[in-house]
């Protein structure tokens, strides 16, 4: 390590210590500033942060072995020893700046987003509490730490979704909103903290290195305990980045404002999943079973949420099951061995996935501010159309994003996706056929998408109404275009920056070579699948009132899409409903059984509260027969023991 | 006989020197200055004086010297890390109680100038009991405690429950140093030796005489920290004590008599060790059961504080019990008094606010309501209360820890769940005060001065600091046991 | 044998001294003293204590203020006999070490002189 390098990385505690102190200065002064300069505050904050970023990534360009950094012990108990300690590497850099980089992005659009409304100090101070969260939660050299970063971006996605706590469905949707992902991300947790337990149990360490170090030593492959171990992890995965089963809390969380829906629930939070997965690499691969299981969960997810999002109305909530589906082929990616282009999925989704919602949110703002304003309509593309002489700039990023993540070439999409397609080829034909119709539906409902909200004709009074958002708004979302245009220049096929760059980290040998069978499937597949949604959408535009035309073509599976596969009712019915009669009868038995206990307890207590004090009679003489009695039982101890 | 003249390192006791020094030069100042202007001046006296005991003391840490050696004899002064931590728990005692005093005095008219003199009296004597290597000067440092703190409990004269208070605390406090005294007396007949090292060399073969003696002092103590069944004078003197003395006191007196206690049955008597183990458990148990449960049905804070306090003398017993069979014991008896010392004051620094008048304001339910009128210092009480329940992230929690830790390593199964229940227990009262403040509507206000404030802030950062990061601090006071105890076992 | 007896003699003596003063004392007061007596000489107490009557009331706490101060005194003066005694042999440090006790004590005296403790009324 050169000494320049050793200065950069002295630098790594401002990572945190800027988006700390936007927060503290917000929390203290906020309530005295003119509102815009929390934002401004804020958003410094989180580039001067992606400064630092940069910092870390051009000291591993020098020497991309990493290193880490221990600002101090955190716990120090018995054995167990947990450092402050931070991983500095290719992979945490790399997630480090997607974070930091796209989340200046949206603060920025959030200045704009936001602008007008009374809780804008509070919501960029938990925009900020997030990033720290979510840095911690990237760069943590062990497992407590990590999960630290867990929590706090669990807490920031629970406090983000409920930030309208008193708008929603009878007033409590948005509350019940967030908390629903909160109690649904705490069985991923439970998950996550009994893989912890196993491991500091077995290994008796906690630490990354030793953990990945003695993991090889211990555990025989495909031993029981290092696949308990995995499958746990993997159910830690699947809460925080909406798997099967636990993906209904994501569709939901879309009542945070937008640029929440970004940053947490696109871009960044939801791949804390894909980020333990691939940081656990060494465990996983010591259990096939585990792998295999992590690849299947990741097809059918993003199997089953693509023809979810298919039939969806809700502008937002669309994106929100694309999400889920997209998160659903970097978990198989990476369930498959192929790290690289799990990440490189991750990278180019950051970029086109935080364009598609803020574009949504510019939507969303052009149609709030255009005069008429009713929230119920106001994310239904059916009342939506002809946005496209209205919101031109908006138009333009929203079609990049669109057909980047319908894989169209040569937009970033649809190299990362290759990527993942290709391995798939290799690796698991099953995973591979579900990959590829997740992969048609998704140009399929893009298309629709696309042609519902701009094209055609305004729908409703609304829509009319509508005009372009602010430049703070449209230069985030430009910059974000570029992104998504150029994003797959990252690891081209045959050049592979990424891979040679994250093989530091995640160990060499993953280059795939260009598979041209594959690319030339999913392509035509998905031209094939925009073409579908042109022939639906595009040829005759929906009217005001016409229904969708896919109702009649697909009968009873459009309303199978429509209500998510009833996986919220079976849920309801399955879990929720059996938990709450439980409740109920546990809490009748224990109205009957230990509420019974309980006062004969406190009865007791009573007594003998009331002849313990009767010993406390305040007289002198009573005093000193108790010190008497007192000495003669010390001595009695004394004589027998 | 040649009289050889002991060699004596006044730098070793400078700190008690200065401490007791001060207490000297208020009364001197008292002679040739108006009253008026030597109460206005004695808080300011009494805090430079800390601060440079404080330094001293600091500056001694890591270092081990005996001083006032007879000849031919074992030195009667020992300074040792175990000393210094304990040294500096009484410092910041004395700084805390300063702070939370200065206000207060003045405002319930009992400003006597005598107040900061017996404080600081009674501080030397605390910090000789961590530091004596001889019976005697236990003893004596026992006395130069207890005696300013008689006149202390009665400072509000002539109020007749302080009056009270004085009385019972004196005859009580005379009784039992009594006893000690007559345990020290059999000890010296048992071993032919007050001296530490040569009562430890003696002690076992002492036979029924040294069994006496141990009981005896073990009374001496337990009255001194208000074990049970030597506790029925706390909650007297605690209510009629003004407030101030009674925090002083619920810390100070409490830790100087574990003090003593750690040193002379950790160390003199450890080669007995198996012989008093059971007794001290049993005492801890049967404290700890009282404690926490008589304090349940107090309807007044101070005297809910006091049995509070007898309990958590129960928790530092039960360290004491596993000292003799873990290592951790002595370290976590440390680490739980240095935890209590904050988290104690600073629950009476927020009842020193809330008493109107004196004896006014000290019930229960005049904490109703007071999360709305004064929401900060509600929750600094709050964050109190969770701590003596020891719910984490506390101070009182990580002591509660490695007390139980300690506990368990001994071997002490029955005794730790004695410890769990009875915490359990202890929400009840605890929360109460919670529950009371933020559930409620009432009146009354908080008496808030930037003192007293900043001794509430310096609490609260340090039983956080204590909650969040208790492996470096229990590091140090791991040192502090260690380094005492191979010292004294040496001799 | 005599020797021993011999070693004793001091403590005969000291004992013949005291039941002399023990006798001479009351038979002065008796001889001397008013006739016929007062209620107040009578009383088992001359401190001002009343000897029968309820155990919980107020008593005049002057008496035992002097009393405090007279043990002091006589603390110190115990403390005193032996050094003075020993002087010789305990040398500057004996006298140091006295120094430091007598000024305290004087401080204390001092103090207590200040706060009025030795007016009577």
Redesign the interface.
């Known amino acids: 390590m050169d000494a320049l390098q050793k200065l950069m990385f002295n630098f790594f505690p401002l990572l945190f210590l800027f988006p700390l102190a936007g927060l503290l200065l917000n929390v203290a002064n906020g309530r005295f500033w003119h509102k815009p300069i929390a934002g401004i505050i804020a958003s410094s904050a989180a580039g001067l942060s992606f400064v630092v970023a940069i910092l870390q990534w051009v000291a591993l360009l020098r020497q991309p072995d990493g290193t880490v950094i221990i600002l101090g012990t955190w716990l120090q108990v018995g054995t167990l020893n947990v450092p402050f300690a931070f991983q500095v590497d290719t992979l945490s850099v790399t997630m480090m700046l997607v974070v930091t980089g796209i989340g200046t992005l949206i603060h920025l659009y959030a200045i704009g987003y936001m602008y007008g409304d009374p809780g804008v100090t509070r919501f960029f101070v938990y925009l900020n509490l997030f990033l720290v969260a979510m840095l911690l939660l990237v760069s943590a050299a062990n497992y407590p730490l990590l999960f630290v970063g867990w929590e706090g971006v669990g807490l920031c996605s629970y406090l983000l979704i409920g930030f309208w706590f008193d708008r929603g469905e009878g007033g409590t949707g948005n509350a019940n909103a967030g908390r629903k992902a909160f109690v649904v991300n705490r069985v991923g947790d439970l998950g996550l903290i009994l893989a912890m337990g196993l491991l500091f149990w077995q290994l008796g360490t906690l630490t990354f290195d030793d953990v990945f170090a003695q993991a090889t030593a211990v555990f025989p492959v495909g031993s029981p305990l290092i696949v308990a171990i995995t499958l746990l992890l993997l159910l830690g995965a699947a809460g925080k980045s909406a798997q099967i089963p636990l993906f209904i809390w994501l569709p939901d969380a879309m009542a945070g404002p937008t640029p929440v829906s970004a940053l947490i629930h696109a871009a960044t939070m939801v791949t804390a999943g894909i980020y333990l997965i691939a940081r656990s690499h060494v465990l996983f691969a010591l259990a096939p079973v585990s792998q295999t299981a992590v690849s299947l969960i990741g097809a059918s997810t993003a199997l089953l949420a693509a023809t979810i999002a298919t039939a969806q109305f809700d502008i937002k909530r669309v994106l929100a099951y694309s999400t889920i589906s997209q998160l659903g082929f970097m978990v198989a990616a990476i369930g498959m061995g192929a790290y690289v282009a799990g990440i490189f999925h991750l990278i180019t989704h950051a970029f086109f996935k935080a364009l598609l919602f803020l574009a949504a949110g510019s939507v969303i703002h052009g149609l709030e501010h255009g005069g008429h304003s009713d929230p119920v309509t106001l994310q239904d593309m059916g009342q939506m159309g002809g946005l496209r002489q209205r919101m031109p700039i908006t138009f333009a990023v929203y079609l990049v994003g669109a057909l980047a993540l319908a894989g169209i070439p040569p937009l970033a999409g649809f190299f990362s996706k290759d990527e993942i397609l290709a391995a798939a080829w290799q690796a698991n034909r099953a995973v591979y056929i579900m990959l590829t119709l997740a992969a048609f539906a998704t140009a399929f409902y893009m298309g629709r998408q696309v042609w519902l909200v701009f094209m055609g004709e305004a729908r409703s009074e609304t829509a009319v109404s509508a005009h372009e958002s602010p430049p703070i708004m449209t230069i985030p979302l430009l910059i974000l275009a570029a992104l998504a245009i150029v994003g797959g220049g990252l690891n081209l096929p045959g050049v592979h920056t990424l891979g040679h760059w994250l093989g530091h980290t995640l160990g060499h040998g993953e280059l795939l070579s260009f598979n041209a069978t594959v690319a030339l499937t999913a392509t035509l597949l998905a031209l094939l699948a925009v073409g579908l949604a042109y022939w639906l959408y595009g040829r005759h535009p929906l009217g005001a009132a016409a229904t969708d035309p896919l109702t009649q073509r697909l009968g009873p599976l459009f309303v199978l899409f429509n209500q998510g596969w009833w996986v919220n009712e079976m849920v309801e019915w399955g879990i929720k409903r059996p938990f709450c009669h439980l409740s109920t009868v546990l809490a009748h038995s224990d109205e009957a059984i230990f509420a019974w206990a309980e006062r004969q307890l406190v009865h007791t207590v009573q007594r003998g509260t009331a002849v313990l004090r009767r010993t406390q009679t305040g007289q002198l003489n009573w005093n000193v027969a108790g010190i008497i009695v007192g000495l003669l039982l010390i001595w009695l101890l004394l004589r027998f023991s | 006989m ?2 050889v ?2 060699t004596i390192n006044i730098l070793i006791v400078l700190p008690v020197l200065l401490v007791a020094g001060g207490g ?1 030069l208020l ?2 100042l ?2 040739f200055m108006a009253e008026e202007r030597v109460k206005q001046w004695a808080p300011t006296l009494a805090i430079i004086v800390l601060a440079l005991a404080f330094l001293q003391t600091i500056g001694l840490w890591g270092q081990t010297h005996t001083t006032f050696t007879p000849e031919g004899s074992s030195p009667m002064v020992i300074l040792d890390n175990f000393a210094t931590f304990l040294n500096v728990i009484f410092l910041l005692t004395g700084f805390f109680t300063v702070l939370i005093s200065v206000n207060y005095l003045p405002r319930v008219g009992l400003n006597r100038s005598e107040y900061y003199m017996l404080m600081l009296f009674s501080l030397s004597g605390m910090m000789l009991m961590g530091m004596a290597n001889d019976l005697i000067l236990v003893f004596l440092a026992l006395e130069v405690l207890s005696i300013p703190l008689y006149i202390l409990a009665g400072l509000s004269r002539p109020r007749p429950e302080s009056e009270e208070s004085a009385m019972k605390y004196f005859f009580l406090g005379a009784f039992s140093s009594a006893i000690f005294v007559f345990g020290i007396a059999l000890t010296y007949g048992a071993t032919g030796s007050t001296a530490l090292p040569a009562v430890l060399a003696g002690v076992s073969n002492g036979g029924a005489l040294a069994l006496a003696g141990v009981a005896m002092m073990l009374v001496g103590f337990g009255f001194k920290v208000a074990a049970a069944p030597f506790h029925m004078w706390t909650p007297d003197v605690y209510e009629g004590a003004p407030t101030v003395v009674t925090a002083f006191m619920s810390v100070g007196a409490k830790v100087g008599g574990f003090a003593a206690m750690l040193r002379v049955f950790v160390s003199a008597f450890g080669s007995l060790g198996q012989t008093w183990v059971p007794a001290v458990a049993v005492i801890a148990a049967i404290t700890l059961i009282i404690g926490n449960v008589v304090a349940i049905v107090q309807p007044n804070i101070k005297r809910m504080l006091a049995y509070s306090s007898i309990a958590h003398a129960g928790y530092i017993l039960m360290a004491v019990a596993a000292s003799v069979n873990s290592p951790d014991g002595v370290s976590a008896a440390l680490f739980y008094m240095f935890a209590y010392l904050f988290t104690n004051l600073g629950a009476f620094a927020i009842a020193i606010a809330a008493e109107r008048k004196l004896g006014e304001g000290v019930m229960l339910d005049d904490y109703k309501g007071l999360a709305k009128r004064s929401p900060l210092l509600a929750l600094a009480m709050a964050y109190f209360m969770l701590s003596l329940t020891g719910i984490p992230p506390t101070g009182g929690f990580s002591g509660k820890f490695f007390v139980f830790r300690a506990t368990l390593e001994a071997g002490l199964v029955w005794l730790a769940v004695v410890g769990v229940i009875t915490s359990v227990v202890s929400g009840y009262y605890y929360l109460r005060v919670v529950y009371l403040m933020y559930m409620y509507d009432g009146e009354g206000e908080l008496h808030t001065k930037p003192a007293l404030l900043t001794a509430v802030a310096l609490t609260v950062l340090a039983t956080l600091v204590l909650g969040l990061l208790p492996g470096a601090w229990y590091e140090i006071t791991k040192q502090a046991a260690l380094q005492g105890l191979q010292v004294l076992a040496g001799g | 044998m005599d020797q021993i007896l011999l070693d004793y003699l001091p403590i005969a003596v000291l004992i013949g001294i005291g039941i002399f003063f023990a006798v001479l004392l009351p038979s002065l007061s008796v001889s001397l003293g008013p006739k016929p007596p007062k209620d107040r000489n009578l009383a088992p107490y001359e401190s001002g204590m009343v000897a029968i009557g309820e155990a919980q009331r107020r008593l005049p706490v002057k008496f035992y203020r002097i009393a405090v101060l007279f043990i002091l005194f006589d603390v110190d003066i115990i403390l005193l006999v032996p050094w003075a005694v ?1 002087f010789r ?3 500057v ?2 006298l140091v070490a006295m120094l430091i006790f007598m000024v ?1 004590f004087i ?2 005296d ?2 207590v002189w ?2 009025g403790v030795l007016e009577w009324e």
């Open positions: 040649e009289f003249t002991p000297a009364m001197l008292e002679l | 020993a042999k305990l040398g440090y004996g305290m401080l204390g001092a103090w200040k706060k």
